[in-house]
């Protein structure tokens, strides 16, 4: 990384000290008056769907088909069906977005689908692209596609979401970039949707529409999107019927942190076990205190975090957690080869979280993400059948036998990065 990029680096997570830190506390977590409202999801569970519903006023929505996408070429041809299908409209709000190889068929397919007519619209964080991949896209797209760049309100906050919708009654969110580095060599989680959620889905692009083009029209959403659900079918996709998915959008502007209180609520209740890939670091004070205490307590809790980071200071500053989460009990691998990129917890066989948010200060407190909440069990059991074939397959244990024998430097380095951090006293 060259010197301007770390001082760069180092400043943001200075920024992102500056966030809300106040833990989820006890009496902020509603009662649950009515378990009819929430019938959809589990009575042990219902008390986070509530909590979720007050942060963000998205209830559950039943009778959604789901599939998780960690391989991108699965990803790409479902997709590019989904694309090459669509006859009304297709909405992307996405983070970044290269005029690479990858980015360009994208784009090219954007720019075909507005010559046909439909309501493309595209929305796109404006740092996050630089100058020459912004114009190059906006070359590709011509007149035919109007890029609205996101500018948010303060300049730490980041459109880190990663939308596509199609036709309103399909849905896909997760963690990968569109660029050609995240679709080599880069493991990746995201969720193919299709039922009531997506109307949800669809409101959270409106939220961010609304902020950088507020005089576009309405959007396209489909009609009978329960039926639709239990009609789609991809032979190749691992597809779940009938599961309830809460979407969950997190604003910075916002104080009441969702996405924060979504994790630190799931760990806090688990029972059996919290497992999770997160590649980038360090979550505030509080999530990583719930993190040892659901150790502590007996709970199975393994993190696949990546043993080589594209943010070489992100991965310093991972390294500054082990020992004192494996002291507590946590189990640490490392994703050994490829990237890791996902952002994906699964919990009691019953809880599956994915989306764009990381387990950082970055995503609880100055990025505007959005995650998926499913509750169920297939979607859960499967999630967790590739979480244990990644840790058998793809991954290194990490000991703290490995810690203790760190050379000096190394410890000093990691040591330094926390501290410079500032926000997990």
């Given at each position: 990384?060259?010197r301007?990029?770390?001082i760069?680096?180092?400043?943001f997570w200075l920024?992102?000290g500056?966030?809300?830190?106040?833990p989820?506390?006890s009496?902020?977590?509603p009662e649950?008056?009515?378990s009819?409202r929430?019938?959809?999801?589990?009575?042990?569970?219902?008390?986070?769907a509530?909590?979720m519903?007050?942060d963000t006023g998205?209830e559950p929505?039943?009778?959604?088909?789901?599939a998780?996408?960690p391989d991108?070429?699965?990803k790409w041809?479902?997709?590019?069906e989904?694309m090459e299908k669509a006859?009304?409209?297709?909405?992307?709000?996405?983070y970044?977005?290269y005029?690479d190889?990858a980015g360009?068929?994208?784009a090219?397919?954007?720019?075909?689908?507005?010559?046909?007519?439909l309501d493309?619209?595209?929305?796109?964080?404006?740092?996050?692209?630089?100058k020459?991949?912004?114009?190059?896209?906006e070359?590709?797209?011509?007149?035919?596609v109007?890029?609205?760049w996101f500018?948010?309100?303060?300049?730490?906050?980041?459109?880190?979401?990663?939308?596509?919708l199609?036709d309103?009654?399909?849905?896909y969110?997760g963690?990968?970039?569109?660029?050609?580095?995240?679709?080599?060599?880069?493991r990746?989680?995201?969720?193919?949707?299709t039922?009531?959620?997506v109307?949800?889905?669809t409101?959270?692009?409106?939220l961010?529409?609304?902020?950088?083009?507020p005089?576009?029209g309405?959007?396209?959403v489909?009609?009978d999107l329960?039926?639709r659900a239990?009609?789609?079918?991809?032979p190749y996709?691992?597809q779940?019927?009938?599961?309830t998915?809460?979407i969950?959008?997190?604003d910075?502007?916002?104080?009441r942190?969702?996405v924060?209180?979504?994790?630190?609520?799931?760990?806090s209740?688990?029972?059996?076990?919290?497992?999770?890939?997160?590649?980038?670091?360090p979550?505030?004070?509080?999530t990583?205190?719930?993190?040892?205490?659901?150790a502590r307590r007996?709970?199975?809790v393994r993190?696949?975090?990546p043993e080589?980071?594209?943010?070489e200071?992100e991965?310093w500053?991972?390294?500054?957690?082990?020992?004192?989460?494996l002291?507590?009990g946590?189990?640490?691998?490392?994703?050994?080869g490829?990237?890791?990129h996902?952002k994906?917890?699964i919990?009691?066989?019953?809880l599956l979280f994915?989306?764009s948010?990381n387990?950082?200060?970055?995503s609880?407190?100055?990025n505007?993400e959005?995650?998926a909440i499913?509750?169920?069990?297939?979607?859960?059991?499967a999630?967790?059948?590739?979480?244990?074939?990644d840790v058998?397959?793809h991954?290194?244990?990490?000991?703290?036998?490995?810690v203790?024998?760190?050379s000096i430097f190394?410890?000093f380095?990691?040591?330094i990065?926390?501290?410079?951090?500032?926000?997990?006293?």
């Amino acid at each position: 990384m060259r010197r301007p990029g770390l001082i760069l680096f180092a400043a943001f997570w200075l920024l992102a000290g500056c966030g809300y830190r106040a833990p989820l506390h006890s009496s902020y977590i509603p009662e649950v008056a009515d378990s009819t409202r929430y019938a959809g999801v589990r009575a042990d569970y219902q008390q986070l769907a509530a909590l979720m519903e007050k942060d963000t006023g998205m209830e559950p929505t039943e009778g959604n088909t789901v599939a998780l996408l960690p391989d991108i070429s699965i990803k790409w041809t479902a997709m590019q069906e989904d694309m090459e299908k669509a006859s009304e409209s297709v909405y992307v709000d996405h983070y970044r977005f290269y005029a690479d190889s990858a980015g360009t068929v994208a784009a090219s397919e954007l720019r075909d689908k507005a010559r046909q007519g439909l309501d493309v619209r595209l929305i796109l964080d404006r740092l996050a692209n630089p100058k020459e991949e912004r114009d190059s896209l906006e070359r590709i797209l011509g007149d035919d596609v109007q890029v609205d760049w996101f500018r948010p309100e303060k300049p730490m906050h980041r459109d880190h979401r990663k939308i596509f919708l199609f036709d309103g009654h399909t849905g896909y969110m997760g963690g990968r970039n569109i660029a050609d580095r995240y679709f080599h060599h880069w493991r990746d989680a995201d969720l193919r949707i299709t039922g009531p959620a997506v109307d949800h889905l669809t409101w959270v692009f409106k939220l961010n529409q609304d902020k950088v083009a507020p005089g576009r029209g309405a959007l396209n959403v489909a009609g009978d999107l329960a039926s639709r659900a239990l009609r789609d079918t991809v032979p190749y996709l691992e597809q779940v019927r009938g599961a309830t998915v809460q979407i969950v959008p997190d604003d910075p502007t916002d104080r009441r942190l969702p996405v924060r209180n979504s994790f630190e609520w799931a760990i806090s209740h688990a029972r059996e076990y919290f497992w999770f890939y997160n590649p980038y670091t360090p979550p505030p004070a509080s999530t990583l205190r719930a993190l040892k205490d659901a150790a502590r307590r007996g709970v199975d809790v393994r993190w696949i975090a990546p043993e080589v980071n594209d943010i070489e200071p992100e991965k310093w500053m991972g390294e500054s957690l082990y020992r004192e989460l494996l002291d507590a009990g946590v189990s640490i691998f490392e994703w050994e080869g490829d990237y890791l990129h996902a952002k994906e917890f699964i919990s009691d066989d019953y809880l599956l979280f994915i989306g764009s948010a990381n387990m950082d200060n970055l995503s609880f407190f100055l990025n505007y993400e959005v995650l998926a909440i499913v509750y169920d069990e297939a979607a859960a059991r499967a999630a967790a059948r590739t979480f244990a074939s990644d840790v058998a397959s793809h991954c290194r244990e990490i000991t703290l036998d490995d810690v203790r024998h760190w050379s000096i430097f190394r410890r000093f380095r990691n040591w330094i990065t926390r501290t410079l951090a500032g926000h997990l006293g």
